[in-house]
T-cell receptor, first 108, second 115 residues
Framework: DAKTTQPNSMESNEEEPVHLPCNHS???????IHWYRQLPSQGPEYVIH???SNVNNRMASLAIAEDRKSSTLILHRATLRDAAVYYC?????????FGAGTILRVKS | NAGVTQTPKFQVLKTGQSMTLQCAQD?????MYWYRQDPGMGLRLIYY???????DKGEVPNGYNVSRLNKREFSLRLESAAPSQTSVYFC??????????????FGSGTQLSVL
């Protein structure tokens, strides 16, 4: 499994963009980069995933470095409901390994 | 549209007692998983089932058994509960069509305390 490094916590103001970084320098060439988030007292939920190209969906954007050793999850306009733990998971199979993630706090 | 349903939501056991955590999914998914999450930590995989009739150990299988009863249901059993098994347990499922980029869908968790 690729080793990941994420900040323990980050803080954002409501309605401002948030960039959540993740380093995964040991990622293999076939590993996808998955992002999940876990709202308080809930199970994790899928956010986005990608392999090489930047990806967008209704929840977020994923920017992947050209060497794939790092990626950034972008929330374009943070809301209070985005306060959660965000997990970056490089993985080639379906047995995803969840680290400690980044706690995102959103201030009103 | 239930998704992944776990029962019970809360449980308190005494050391040495046994219990079974139930999980069912209504999305016709092939793969199912059991994770545990200790306070302030990420999730750790206990067991998974790639298809009906198969189960495999994950990262922390000791003290647990599982049964893939049918395609919908995947249960986790604690034969003799220990305080170290106090945790929040999450069940998840994925379609698993043989691809490597499939989404996991999680239940809302079972909070288990072992006294």
């Amino acid at each position: 499994d690729a080793k990941t490094t994420q900040p323990n916590s980050m803080e954002s103001n409501e309605e401002e963009p948030v960039h959540l970084p993740c380093n995964h320098s040991t990622i293999s060439g076939t590993d996808y980069i998955h992002w999940y988030r876990q709202l308080p007292s809930q199970g994790p939920e899928y956010v986005i995933h990608g392999l090489t190209s930047n990806v967008n969906n209704r929840m977020a954007s994923l920017a992947i470095a050209e060497d794939r050793k790092s990626s950034t999850l972008i929330l374009h306009r943070a809301t209070l409901r985005d306060a959660a733990v965000y997990y970056c998971i490089p993985e080639g199979g379906n047995k995803l390994v969840f680290g400690a993630g980044t706690i995102l706090r959103v201030k009103s | 549209n239930a998704g992944v349903t776990q029962t019970p939501k809360f449980q308190v056991l005494k050391t040495g007692q046994s219990m079974t955590l139930q999980c069912a999914q209504d999305m016709n998914h092939n793969s199912m998983y059991w994770y545990r999450q200790d306070p302030g930590m990420g999730l750790r995989l206990i067991y998974y089932s790639a298809s009906e009739g198969t189960t495999d150990k994950g990262e922390v299988p000791n003290g647990y058994n599982v049964s893939r009863l049918n395609k919908r249901e995947f249960s986790l059993r604690l034969e003799s509960a220990a305080p170290s098994q106090t945790s929040v347990y999450f069940c998840a499922s994925s379609e698993d069509r043989g691809l490597t980029n499939e989404k996991l869908f999680f239940g809302s968790g079972t909070q288990l305390s072992v006294l």
